[in-house]
């Protein structure tokens, strides 16, 4: 029996929001000795769905993506399915991204730009020993980060800020958020008193940098 353990394939689910990317990372797997891509998903949420439905071994999934971002669907997976272990492939090399990753759930952290070998090094790596980051990232993670947007904002400027960044105007996100136009003002005037920013493109900026919203 243990041989049969052994030898079972390594069950993957890949998420990324771009399909040539997702046909290059599964090409690259499907090399590999017993590993097996069960199923792909375009954003976060297919992403949590499918995990639900298939239960793989390993998540490989993008942060930036539509509809729910790689972050959130991670952390939804580790609340729900703490055994699925997870790592993010990912063009962000930022400690903050890293951190975020990890904080909510991923065991391992991988670039986009990393050489072939090193994806089949991180999945073994994230399967023998729970966890993986690529010597780039393992440096900067040494590296003192600056504060994330939780550090710097309440959850609802957060929120507003995400929104901001994604174009809508106030009345817009009033409604989305059931405030008045006015308590979105306010919020905005605090959001950019406490970061220290002058206009709506710098706040744009900051939500980019801080992975809030998709460049």
């Known amino acids: 029996m243990k041989n049969a353990a052994a030898s079972?394939?390594?069950?993957?689910?890949?998420?990324?929001?771009?399909?040539?990317?997702?046909?290059?990372?599964?090409?690259?797997?499907?090399?590999?000795?017993?590993?097996?891509?069960?199923?792909?998903?375009?954003?976060?949420?297919?992403?949590?769905?499918?995990?639900?439905?298939?239960?793989?071994?390993?998540?490989?999934?993008?942060?930036?993506?539509?509809?729910?971002?790689?972050i959130t669907a991670i952390s939804e997976i580790h609340a729900r399915h703490p055994e699925v272990r997870m790592l993010v492939l990912s063009m962000y090399d930022t400690v903050d991204f890293v951190k975020r990753a990890v904080a909510n759930g991923a065991c391992g952290y991988l670039m986009k730009d990393a050489p072939p070998y090193e994806l089949e090094q991180a999945l073994r790596s994230v399967m023998a020993t729970g966890s993986y980051f690529s010597p780039s990232i393992a440096q900067r993670l040494l590296q003192p980060s600056e504060p994330t947007a939780d550090d710097e904002l309440t959850q609802r400027q957060v929120e507003i800020l995400k929104?901001?960044?994604?174009?809508?105007?106030?009345?817009?996100?009033?409604?989305?958020?059931?405030?008045?136009?006015?308590?979105?003002?306010?919020?905005?005037?605090?959001?950019?008193?406490?970061?220290?920013?002058?206009?709506?493109?710098?706040?744009?900026?900051y939500a980019v940098r801080k992975g809030l919203v998709k460049p």
């Open 163 to 205: 929104l901001i960044a994604q174009g809508k105007a106030s009345k817009e996100i009033a409604f989305e958020l059931g405030l008045s136009p006015k308590t979105v003002d306010v919020h905005r005037a605090r959001i950019m008193e406490r970061l220290r920013l002058n206009d709506i493109a710098s706040l744009t900026l």
């Open 8 to 70: 079972r394939p390594i069950r993957v689910v890949l998420a990324d929001d771009h399909d040539l990317v997702r046909s290059g990372i599964r090409a690259l797997l499907e090399m590999l000795g017993n590993v097996e891509v069960i199923a792909e998903a375009r954003n976060g949420q297919e992403l949590v769905a499918l995990v639900g439905d298939l239960m793989p071994d390993v998540v490989m999934t993008d942060i930036s993506m539509p509809v729910m971002d790689g």
